[in-house]
């Protein structure tokens, strides 16, 4: 008979540890905004080991200044800034605990974004339950956005798959005598780099340069080989790359080893990747190489002189050393400090709603975001002249014009 | 025709380095029936180490060998008194958990000390190439397929022409018989570890040349390799060579005839087709555990 009874206080004291428990963890506060003057801590998960490990810490970098130069202006909207920041170790599954731990277990009263499409992705879906704004520098592939989120906000000039219009227009713009008939391309199966690839290739198809070879290779790819192999049989004018920086730099490796020079190369990233991407393929290699971005060291845009500078106070180096990755992190506080000052808060459902309407200026230029939080501007399509990278297209944003055909590698 | 051509020839060159790192996974596995995990991590250690002379004192990738191989075979020999040595019940499960948190531990340690960025070794002969067949060979490769040739050779003449080598197949046929007629198993396989571990070095040299590489590399590369050495047959020198050749060359005329989507899956196409016609792989010796 005593076994009902042990039961029955089993489930009881369950029910109270549970009931205990449910008190404890309070759901952490969204929509209310801190006490004004209070310190508050920006929450964010980045990837200091795995694949992005170089963004990851590049992020950080950016981060921090932007926190160092809001806390020695008074602080966002008064309160002092601190950034916490949670390895992810470039997973999936890892940003989604960390990004619950910080709004569950830490209670940070706001949160940015972790590097890449990839992580963004399952990121947001956690940080949109919570209620909580989700700026993030690097998450601009076409399927963050189709989710009908509306928290989130891409803080780059456009969309990721829009990056190499710009390439696009400048090709087509060539003289018809000048302009490359055929083109060939290779690309990760990446949510960054494909939609990017795919969307240059028709374009260019619609403007008449035929595709003579097109390859998709997964991502965890290491012997690129026999993917150069492809591309180089194909004697394409001109070669798309859908790349990071490794692939980036075996690519070009690849075509060095076996003397092939196309009239244009572009890649995706890993150029932009300043003189890190210089050392590896040598300097001499880089001339000509095209790759999108959103920001340059020298670009005229508010504050990015004074970015520039405090960067290489803070962590040394030359103008060309800054990942892209560094602005693009600096931008996020940039647009949370003008919604802050524009909603007289710093609540998420106030920041929310203040970032999907006007403009904000960053150093990466001025942006504003549609529903889903797409940005509407373009991006520039940046070249490798004489160990710099300067942008070359459109001609609005041109500071030399591009090199076409490009030098060969120095082999 | 060349693509194919060129992707056989790519294949068995950059199937030869496989060999040279996936040889000292097997030769480990062979003499103390243990698992190193950690294998794929001691390449890339072997890479860095030969990344840091190269940076510090501009010494060659390929002779910094004379200085990484002795140094890594020390290592491993620590390594195997300290952490597998003592593992006495249990050896193969345990030395998966063991071996893995070695790699651990040399991914957090290279992570500390030359960050996470990718890096890769640099040298003349890295992007030089000679044409052959109607296209080019980059100098590096073949060096790579030469110091392979080299070091499998070597191992081959310890193992079957040395009195050490007579101990060392003695105790990978039969570990408690070994043991019985006098040899000293755990010597043997501190060394035989330690050979294991400076050939990591060797192909982590070839690996670093021809690929980008951080801390987190070797979880992709021990993957490979102990495919490689399943398919060979675990134990099997011969059989990883064959294994490592034949998995390059499917992979890249898979990339290059019909995608490079479906290059591993080729492969491992292989592999099950094979360990269904021969469980203990292709050199691997079948043995019937009495119960």
């Known amino acids: 008979m005593r076994k009902p009874v042990s039961l029955a206080v089993t489930g009881i004291v369950s029910l109270g540890a549970l009931s205990l428990a449910a008190c404890g963890s309070s759901s952490p506060s969204s929509s209310g905004s801190p006490q004004a003057g209070t310190p508050i801590t920006i929450g964010v998960s980045v990837s200091l080991t795995g694949d992005f490990s170089g963004d990851g810490k590049a992020l950080v970098q950016g981060y921090d200044l932007w926190a160092q130069d809001e806390n020695a202006k008074g602080g966002l909207l008064g309160h002092h800034v601190t950034m916490k920041y949670v390895d992810d170790a470039s997973s999936t599954t890892q940003v989604v605990t960390n990004y619950q731990n910080l709004i569950t277990q830490d209670k940070v009263a706001l949160v940015f974004g972790p590097f890449s499409s990839l992580l963004t992705i399952p990121a947001s879906t956690v940080t949109d339950r919570f209620g909580y704004a989700f700026p993030e520098p690097a998450g601009g592939g076409p399927s963050v956005f189709n989710r009908g989120i509306h928290s989130l906000f891409f803080v780059q000039p456009a969309p990721v798959e829009d990056n190499l219009v710009s390439f696009t227009q400048w090709v087509l713009s060539l003289p018809a005598a000048q302009r490359p008939a055929t083109a060939a391309y290779s690309t990760e199966d990446d949510p960054f780099t494909q939609p990017q690839v795919d969307k240059a290739r028709a374009l260019l198809e619609a403007g008449g340069v035929r595709t003579v070879s097109y390859k998709v290779y997964p991502a965890e790819t290491t012997d690129f080989t026999p993917l150069a192999q492809q591309v180089i049989s194909a004697n394409a004018d001109v070669v798309i790359l859908g790349t990071q920086e490794p692939d980036a730099v075996a690519f070009i490796k690849a075509f060095q080893q076996q003397h092939y020079n196309p009239k244009a190369l572009v890649e995706t990233a890993g150029p932009d990747q300043g003189s890190d991407f210089a050392t590896k393929v040598g300097t001499a290699n880089t001339e000509g190489v095209m790759v999108p971005a959103g920001w340059w060291s020298s670009a005229k845009t508010p504050f990015n002189a004074t970015f520039v500078s405090e960067f290489i106070a803070k962590y040394g180096g030359t103008p060309g050393d800054i990942p892209s990755d560094a602005p693009e992190a600096y931008s996020v506080g940039e647009v949370v400090d003008q919604a802050a000052q524009k909603a007289h808060s710093i609540a998420n459902s106030a920041l929310i709603a203040a970032l999907h309407s006007g403009t904000f200026q960053t150093v990466q230029g001025p942006m504003a975001f549609d529903s889903l939080g797409r940005p509407n501007g373009a991006s520039f399509l940046v070249q490798w002249q004489n160990g710099l990278t300067v942008p070359v297209y459109p001609p609005s944003a041109a500071v030399a014009q591009p090199e076409y055909p490009k030098p060969a590698f120095s082999g | ?291």
């Open chain 2, 1 to 291: 025709m060349t693509l194919i051509l060129e992707a056989v020839v790519f294949g068995i060159l950059t199937g030869g380095v496989y060999a040279l790192m996936a040889s000292g996974l097997t030769l480990i596995f062979g003499v103390m029936r243990i698992i190193n995990v950690g294998h794929g991590a001691l390449v890339i250690l072997g890479a860095y180490l030969s990344f840091a002379l190269l940076r510090s004192a501009n010494i060659d990738p390929f002779v910094s060998l004379v200085i990484t191989m002795p140094a890594m075979f020390l290592i491993g020999v620590v390594l195997q008194v300290i952490f597998i040595r003592p593992l006495k019940d249990d050896r193969e499960a345990l030395s998966v958990l063991v071996t893995y948190a070695i790699a651990l531990g040399i991914e957090g340690l290279l992570g500390y000390l030359f960050t996470n960025n990718f890096v890769q070794l640099n040298a003349w002969y890295e992007t030089a190439s000679f044409a052959v067949f109607g296209f080019h060979i980059a100098y590096v490769y073949l060096f790579g397929f030469g110091l392979c040739l080299a070091v499998l050779g070597a191992i081959f003449v310890l193992l079957y022409r040395t009195t050490f080598g007579s101990a060392v197949r003695a105790t990978m046929l039969n570990r408690t018989a070994a043991q019985l007629v006098g040899v000293n198993v755990d010597r043997v396989s501190a060394i035989a570890f330690g050979i294991g571990v400076s050939t990591a070095a060797a192909g982590g040299v070839i690996f670093g040349m021809t690929n980008a590489f951080n801390p987190g590399s070797h979880y992709d590369l021990i993957s490979r390799l102990l495919t490689i050495i399943v398919l060979g047959g675990l134990g099997s020198l011969r059989g990883a060579v064959i294994a490592a050749v034949a998995m390059l060359i499917i992979e890249d005329v898979t990339a290059v005839v019909i995608s490079p989507v479906w290059a591993s899956f080729a492969f491992f196409l292989l592999l099950v087709i094979v360990l269904v016609v021969r469980p203990q792989g292709l050199y691997g010796i079948r043995v019937r555990e009495r119960i």
